[in-house]
């Protein structure tokens, strides 16, 4: 038979090691497919949703209270936004941890990192389109930061905002980077990165000379092993979007109101608590880009891993990266509960 | 890996069912859409079963929002109800502005008769100027009785009071203990209070204090258990500044009416409260005044005249007289153009009373309805003094026994 399109998305074969749970995660394959939900459930809340600032929080009210299966929608989206950020993170401390980040697939590990910031501008963003009494100090935080850069603050903060108060008018801004702006980039980026991988080899393993297990499975054999993975997830998904609800509040009033617990949204958390110790330029900005680029040049400043430990889970010859990610992850995280704790 | 796909296939197919029916199991929304606004609110979903709250605010022109804020399109109770105004009451005077204001409803200009807000908030039941200023006199925080402060800062355009602002009482920079005390013991009556614990302390705040006779029900016939709410419900002892309240069980009507000591006639705890005391005494007549003394007036003679005069009368011939829209708001009477109702001194139309063709005088009740018939002083054997018309020269032959 000859392969139909799904099929002939795929190699006809690869190794079986490039395939493996255990090596892999599923984390990109995951990711792929969480993306594919944001995409339909976003477009089936566009047919609702109405990005203006006096109409925009009764029309999420209305998407979750009044459009059949609006709610599960939206919640579906909500969590599926959450959950690709999560996704998105375990790929990347498997990328680390396993040691592919090799001299030939740096370019694609520099995509990826792209893709990572990318989903958390998304998540942001489309956090603030629920324009409730929630969101206005998030937002004013937010975007206050940018004009704390030096020299380009203003135009940054003008171009996210445009004009006037940011919970007055920055709403259709961040409507358009939300389903365009940083989508288009998304979906560009993520396929250059899902080709580069295939042009890249396939998912990295050691040289077929240096691999314990030569063998080889079909790509009816892959299609099955995605197909698995999303009916788990996507059964998952399903359930946490009909027991845990989108947050919802009551709609933004004007001239906005801060509300009492002024939370930055969860992946923000550790950036907020930072903000409460100095400087907003260097803790909100610098601080950020800074761990950003650290990332960004681990497969560049530090020693490559052995040709054999590609693939191999904390291998010696990448401990270093290893040590400097696990550092990364543990600050994030550390500031994460402080804030939780502290607010 | 054709056994865990089924698996995980009838796995997704068991969670879209499970999702099915929590979604079946959802709210049956009920809509509104309210001629004022124009804009769909759900909250009959919940509440369809509240009594419409007054003839003059029906649920289907008015709605819930207008008055009550809160989301409209919200199926969620927390959701919904997270932005309402002032709670379960909008009226409440620090939002009363935006829900009762509403713009053009009760915060228009006098002219109007729709100066309902800023009456309400220049009246001694707001201020309670009067009881600050003779405490802050009597312990010598202030070198007389005049009103300078209230409960909070309030200005008004200059009047014949004489009083154009009042700055707020505040009982921490107070340097008096019994002041201090008066501060935090004795500032539950006003309108913006919070009452005291008890069930005989039952009322809302603003407008609700007085007009909210019943669940989710406003009104103009109010009854005088509403003002017992705070009046009548015992005594301040001005040595320790506390409220001492009253311990007796009223059994009966002239029990409940006043406290033991007071003496009062058959009329004062026959009729209610709002039968005598007008409009603008009990609301306020829009300007600030120092002391409840400076804004009540009707005495007995208001009715009764004396014996050398006859009450003031007034033929209904405007209609657009005051009267009618109090009739037809409390619609206890069917009053008609060419009808001869009293007026108090300061003209304010005593609308639920009647001159019958024998020269005697009808009342109905505002709140019980019952017909009352009485007759003026002037050509009876009554001893007064007409120079003496104060309550208690009255009682001296008037009063009843308990």
């Known amino acids: 038979m000859r392969p139909g399109f799904v099929q002939h998305l795929h190699p006809p074969t690869i190794p079986a090691a490039q395939a493996r749970w255990r090596h892999t995660l599923g984390a990109g394959g995951i990711a792929i497919f969480l993306a594919l939900v944001l995409a339909i459930t976003g477009i089936l809340e566009m047919f609702y949703y109405v990005p203006e600032p006096v109409q925009a929080a009764h ?51 520099l995509l990826g990192l792209a893709l990572f910031v990318l989903v ?3 998540d942001f963003t489309g956090y603030i389109l ?91 054999e892959l299609v099955r092993r995605e197909v698995l993975a999303m009916l788990v997830v996507g059964a998952a998904l399903l359930l946490l979007a009909s027991v845990a609800p989108a947050p919802i509040a009551s709609a933004m009033t004007q001239p906005p109101t801060v509300t009492a617990e002024a939370r930055a949204p969860w992946f923000f958390l550790w950036v907020q608590r930072l903000l409460q110790w100095g400087d907003p330029f260097v803790l909100g900005v610098l601080v950020p880009l800074l761990v950003l680029a650290v990332l960004a040049l681990i497969p560049y400043v530090l020693p490559q891993p052995a040709e054999e430990d590609i693939g191999r889970w904390f291998s010696r010859s990448g401990r270093a990266a290893q040590v400097v990610v696990s550092l990364v992850f543990v600050g994030v995280l550390a500031l994460t509960l402080l804030q939780l704790a502290g607010a | ?141 202030q070198p007389d009785q005049g009103a300078y402060l209230g409960i909070s800062s309030i200005t008004d355009e200059p009047s014949a009071t004489g009083i154009g602002s009042l700055d707020t009482f505040d009982s921490l920079s107070e340097s008096h203990p019994s002041v201090k005390a008066f501060g935090e013991n004795c500032l539950t009556c006003h309108l913006n209070a919070v009452p005291r614990d008890g069930e005989a302390f039952t009322r809302s705040t603003g407008c609700a204090s007085c007009h909210a006779v019943g669940e989710h029900t406003l009104s103009t016939a109010i009854p005088y258990a509403q003002c017992n709410a705070c009046h009548n419900r015992g005594n301040y002892d001005l040595r320790t500044m506390t409220f001492v309240e009253r311990t007796d069980e009223a059994a009966t009507r002239i029990q409940d009416y006043y406290q033991p000591i007071a ?126 018309q104060g309550s208690q020269y009255c009682h001296e032959c008037h009063a009843v026994e308990r």
């Open chain 1, 130 to 220: 629920r324009w409730d009494i929630d969101v206005c100090w998030p937002l004013v935080t937010g975007t206050n930061l940018l004009k704390t850069v030096p020299l380009l603050g203003g135009l940054l903060y003008r171009m996210a905002v445009g004009g006037g108060e940011a919970c007055s008018t920055a709403l259709i801004r961040f409507y358009t980077w939300h389903i365009f702006g940083l989508s288009i980039f998304v979906v560009v980026l993520g396929v250059w990165h899902a080709f580069r991988v295939r042009r890249d080899g396939g998912i990295a393993v050691p040289p077929p000379k240096k691999r314990a297990a030569p063998e080889r499975i079909s790509r009816d």
């Open chain 2, 263 to 388: 003496q009062f006639t058959q009329c004062e705890y026959t009729l209610d409260c709002i039968d005598c005391h007008t409009r603008s005494e009990v609301m306020g007549d829009g300007d600030l005044h120092a002391s409840k003394k400076d804004i009540q007036y009707v005495q007995c003679k208001t009715c009764h005249g004396t014996l050398t005069e006859l009450p003031h009368t007034r033929i209904l011939t405007d209609p657009d007289d005051i009267a009618f829209t109090m009739a037809f708001l409390n619609p206890v009477v069917d009053l008609q153009l060419g009808d001869t109702v009293l007026v108090t001194e300061e003209g304010e139309p005593l609308w639920n009373t009647r001159l019958l063709p024998d020269g005697t005088y009808a009342m109905i009740g505002k709140a019980s309805r019952q017909e009352f018939t009485f007759r003026p002083v002037m050509g009876t054997a009554c001893e007064q003094n007409p120079e003496e």
């Open chain 1, 120 to 122: 958390i501008l998304l």
């Open chain 1, 59 to 109: 029309s999420v009210q209305q998407i979750t209270y009044h459009v059949p299966f609006g709610a599960l929608t939206r919640n579906l989206h909500y969590w599926a936004a959450q959950l690709l950020l999560v996704v998105a993170g375990i790929h990347l401390l498997r990328v680390v941890f396993t040691a592919v980040y090799s001299r030939t697939r740096r370019f694609n590990y």
């Open chain 2, 1 to 141: 890996m054709r056994v865990p796909l089924t698996v995980a296939t009838a796995f997704l197919l068991m969670t879209f069912g499970t999702v099915w029916l929590l979604d079946a199991g959802q709210l049956k929304p009920v809509e509104l859409i309210p001629t004022l606004t124009g804009e769909t609110e759900y909250c009959l979903t919940c509440h369809e079963d509240l009594p419409e709250i007054s003839a003059a605010h029906p649920v289907a022109t008015f709605g819930c929002v207008l008055c009550h804020g809160g989301e409209r399109l919200a199926l969620d109770a927390d959701v919904a109800h997270s932005s309402m105004r002032g709670g379960a009451n909008p009226s409440d005077l620090a939002v009363v502005e935006a829900s009762c204001g509403g713009g053009d409803c009760h915060s228009g200009t006098e002219a109007e008769q729709r100066d309902h807000i800023h009456r309400v908030m220049t009246s001694v039941q707001s201020t309670y100027a009067g009881a600050i200023a003779s405490i802050r006199y009597t312990y010598g925080a």
